[in-house]
């Protein structure tokens, strides 16, 4: 049987639309659907435009941007690799140093930088506001410790005042008397000539160069006109502080929890007195941390300051009870308002009863 013929269409010459019939023939539709032959053709109108672009290839950078870049890309790259590299030499060199935990000789030396080499950080943490809300909160009779160079002399209100509180009692403000005492001959110099500059005309304020933790801190000076057996009376019962102070100097003590403990038993005013502490230490983050301990030995026997401290555990182990704490910075800086622990778990009132309520039972940034 011979297979039947296969016809095959014959293709369509080029350049005819299969869209136009041809030769006036009208090629047949299928039902319904008009074939494409019958579909209008639509031309583009003579009034919408100019004919399409072709698309534009894409734009090229300027060569001067891509070396530019490039050159960019070479110098972070370097450096950042020099960062890196120094960074892992200085902690194997901080790993080598063996340094004593008593590093506050560093002061002597470092006293008349010490202000121009801190300022930059300060100013960058907004440390400013954090002396203003420990220092405002100030009253009585004050011991400032560990007071350096005098940074936090500018907050003070040197005299006390009594006048109406916000609810209409009267209320004592401002310090009677400041003590600053610091290791450091040359801190206190200096701390001294801020002082007497910025309050010429306040005569309580006595500058003691001792160690804080070792030698005992005198009572505060006595009232003004008191009698000489007052004052021999209280020789017998020595008077105590109602405001300690102690900004950034946890880190410099040889013995932190001592130093805490001495403060809290034997020179804070058993009752209302309040130790307030700005201090710097460990972080909330580990990786903070990590940092803080590989470079802690090289940074103590440079600046005298051990900052890998946890100062919270230190507050613990003194055994005064937290009034108020709060941490900023990754929470490497700690805010503390603490007093003794009472029997019976009292908490603060202030002077309740006596008509006077202390301005220090306010919040943190009080202005009251
Ligand atoms: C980091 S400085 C802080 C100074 C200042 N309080 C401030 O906020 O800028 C630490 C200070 O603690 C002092 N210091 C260290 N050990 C001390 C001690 N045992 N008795 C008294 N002062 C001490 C140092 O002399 C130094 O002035």
């Known amino acids: 049987m011979r297979p039947k013929a296969i016809q095959i269409p014959k293709r369509q010459p080029k350049g005819i639309s299969p869209l136009k019939p041809e030769n006036g023939i009208k090629p047949k539709g299928g039902l319904g659907t008009p074939s494409l032959a019958q579909q209008p053709v639509r031309r583009p109108s003579p ?11 894409p734009r090229s950078l300027p060569p001067i941007f891509l070396t530019g870049s490039a050159i960019a890309v070479l110098i972070f790259s370097t ?10 030499k200085a902690i194997e060199d901080s790993k080598k140093l063996s340094v004593s935990n008593d590093v506050a000789d ?9 202000d121009a080499d801190v300022d930059t950080t300060e100013w960058m943490m907004s440390l400013g506001k954090r002396r203003k809300e420990i220092v405002q909160r100030a009253r009585g009779d004050v011991l400032e410790v560990s007071c350096g160079t005098g940074r936090n002399m500018e907050y003070y209100a040197p005299g006390e005042k009594l006048g109406a509180g916000k609810k209409g009692k009267a209320e004592f403000r401002g310090c009677r008397s400041i003590t600053f005492v610091d290791l450091s001959g040359e801190m206190v110099e200096i701390a001294r000539e801020k002082f007497e500059k910025k309050f010429p005309d306040f005569k309580k304020a006595v500058f003691l160069v001792q160690d804080a933790a070792k030698d005992p801190i005198p009572p505060p000076p006595p009232p003004p006109g008191e009698t000489a057996p ?5 020789q017998q019962q020595p008077a105590k502080y109602d405001t300690i102070i102690q900004t950034m100097g946890l880190c410099s003590h040889a013995d932190p929890v001592g130093l ?4 809290g ?3 804070l005013e058993p009752s209302r007195g309040e130790i307030l502490l700005l201090e710097h230490g460990r972080s909330h983050y580990s ?5 803080l ?3 802690a030995p090289a940074h103590a026997d440079r600046h005298g300051c051990w900052w890998n401290r946890d100062i919270g555990e230190i507050v613990r182990q003194s055994g005064l009870e937290v009034v108020e704490e709060k941490r900023l910075h990754l929470g490497t800086t700690w805010m503390f308002v603490l007093r003794r622990k009472r029997e019976g778990g009292e908490e603060g009132k202030g002077a309740e009863g006596s008509g006077v309520v202390l301005s220090r039972w306010l919040g943190w940034g009080s202005k009251d």
């Open 106 to 114: 560093r002061y002597h030396k470092t006293a008349p930088t010490f």
């Open 260 to 263: 805490l403990t001495y403060l």
């Open 265 to 267: 038993q034997d020179l």
């Open 79 to 88: 450096y950042g690799s020099y960062l890196y590299a120094s960074y892992k």
């Open 47 to 57: 009034k919408s435009g100019p004919p399409p672009q072709p698309p534009k290839p």
């Open 287 to 291: 990786w903070v941390n990590k940092l």
């Open 293 to 295: 301990d590989d470079l």
């Open 230 to 234: 007052t004052f021999a009376a209280r």
